[in-house]
């Protein structure tokens, strides 16, 4: 039998344990693998975007002493519609061709193959700024999500702007277009904002941290206006210092190429800083990994940036 004066030690404790939290502020870790592993699940839902912010994102978790293990359902440039086209084929018939689209399985069997901690979802690039492309599609998504992971908790990466000097940016409404950059990034930006309230999930802000770096006086690329694009010669580029975008380079044939849409080594990082920063609600600035062609200044820069935009989420 305990005793009465055990009893108040006990409940005395309880009242410690809950005043220290309230105190102490324990973060919520939104990637906690659970209580029979420290490994974090992650499944992606997604495109050559979600593969770019977590092209080094085991890095930063090994670094971090954060085991990870990443699934993926990635095709190029799909969108939340064709997603859940693919998802839903399959559902109908799990024999249909048309529904085993990530290497010959389904999305069903893909979520099923374990447990998974966080699953993501996002919308195309080019879809990004209408926020009419994604409903109904991310709500079936995140119900189909949840019927086969009931306990993953369901997250969306918000994706970026193009670079400012790309050639044609996001759809804003139908066969409507964001005039630049920063148009882009504010559009998609209150579309993800809006979806993601609506379904009650939180958000991976990539496209806030690539925006802060470039719309910074200091640090944002700036086009070379002394290249000739008219004539270039073969292997000189034009100066692209700080660009977090691939941009400029030389395809097999030697003939001047350009994507000022996906992201470079930089916005890589970035993205990852991010990805590392909510799911395991840490600071990036203390990491010391970075690629190699990043320069340390810019690395610098862009670890804060990752935490500004995470601080308090």
Same mark, same amino acid.
């Given at each position: 039998?305990?005793?009465?004066?055990? #009893?108040?030690?006990?409940?005395? %404790?309880?009242l410690i344990l809950i005043y220290s939290f309230?105190?102490?502020?324990?973060? @919520?870790?939104?990637?906690?693998?659970?209580?029979?592993?420290?490994?974090?699940?992650?499944? +992606?839902? /997604?495109?050559?975007?979600?593969?770019?912010?977590?092209? @080094?994102?085991? &890095?930063?978790?090994?670094?971090?002493?954060?085991?990870?293990?990443?699934?993926?359902?990635?095709? /190029?440039?799909?969108?939340?519609?064709?997603?859940?086209?693919?998802?839903?084929?399959?559902? #109908?018939?799990?024999?249909?061709?048309?529904?085993?689209?990530?290497?010959?399985?389904?999305?069903?069997? +893909?979520?099923?193959?374990?447990?998974?901690? !966080?699953?993501?979802?996002?919308?195309?690039?080019?879809?990004?700024?209408?926020?009419?492309?994604?409903?109904? @599609?991310?709500? $079936?998504?995140?119900?189909?999500?949840?019927?086969?992971?009931?306990?993953?908790?369901? !997250?969306?990466?918000?994706?970026?702007?193009?670079?400012?000097?790309?050639? #044609?940016?996001?759809?804003?409404?139908? *066969?409507q277009f964001a005039t630049n950059a920063q148009?882009?990034?504010?559009?998609?930006?209150?579309? @993800?904002?809006?979806?993601? #309230?609506?379904? /009650?999930?939180?958000?991976?802000?990539?496209?806030?941290?690539?925006?802060?770096?470039?719309?910074?006086?200091?640090?944002?690329? &700036?086009?070379?206006?002394? %290249? =000739?694009?008219?004539?270039?010669?073969?292997?000189?580029?034009?100066?692209?210092?700080?660009? +977090?975008?691939?941009?400029?380079?030389?395809? =097999?044939?030697?003939?001047?190429?350009?994507?000022?849409?996906?992201?470079?080594?930089?916005?890589? %990082? +970035?993205?990852?800083?991010?990805?590392?920063?909510?799911?395991? &609600?840490?600071?990036?600035? $203390?990491?010391?990994?970075?690629?190699? *062609?990043?320069?340390?200044? %810019?690395?610098? &820069?862009?670890?804060?940036?990752?935490?500004?935009?995470?601080?308090?989420?």
């Amino acid at each position: 039998m305990v005793k009465a004066n055990q #009893k108040y030690s006990i409940a005395a %404790f309880i009242l410690i344990l809950i005043y220290s939290f309230a105190v102490t502020g324990t973060p @919520y870790r939104l990637g906690d693998g659970g209580a029979d592993s420290d490994t974090l699940r992650l499944f +992606l839902i /997604g495109n050559s975007f979600s593969q770019n912010a977590t092209r @080094y994102l085991p &890095q930063l978790a090994a670094e971090g002493g954060h085991p990870l293990k990443i699934g993926r359902a990635e095709l /190029g440039g799909c969108s939340l519609q064709r997603h859940w086209e693919i998802a839903e084929a399959a559902e #109908k018939n799990p024999d249909d061709p048309k529904g085993k689209a990530y290497g010959g399985k389904s999305l069903r069997e +893909l979520l099923s193959a374990g447990t998974w901690d !966080v699953i993501t979802i996002q919308q195309n690039s080019m879809n990004s700024g209408d926020v009419t492309t994604y409903m109904p @599609y991310a709500r $079936k998504l995140y119900d189909l999500v949840k019927s086969i992971q009931p306990n993953a908790r369901v !997250v969306m990466q918000q994706t970026w702007a193009y670079r400012t000097d790309a050639k #044609k940016f996001t759809q804003t409404a139908n *066969n409507q277009f964001a005039t630049n950059a920063q148009e882009m990034w504010k559009k998609s930006r209150a579309a @993800y904002h809006s979806i993601a #309230k609506e379904l /009650g999930i939180r958000l991976l802000p990539v496209g806030d941290a690539f925006w802060k770096i470039n719309s910074a006086p200091q640090w944002a690329y &700036q086009p070379d206006t002394r %290249f =000739n694009f008219e004539d270039p010669k073969y292997p000189v580029l034009p100066t692209q210092l700080y660009s +977090l975008h691939v941009g400029y380079r030389y395809d =097999n044939s030697q003939k001047l190429a350009f994507d000022g849409n996906h992201a470079n080594e930089a916005g890589c %990082f +970035l993205g990852g800083l991010v990805w590392y920063a909510v799911l395991f &609600q840490e600071s990036p600035v $203390k990491l010391k990994f970075k690629p190699e *062609n990043v320069e340390d200044d %810019f690395a610098k &820069q862009l670890r804060k940036v990752a935490r500004e935009v995470t601080k308090g989420m």
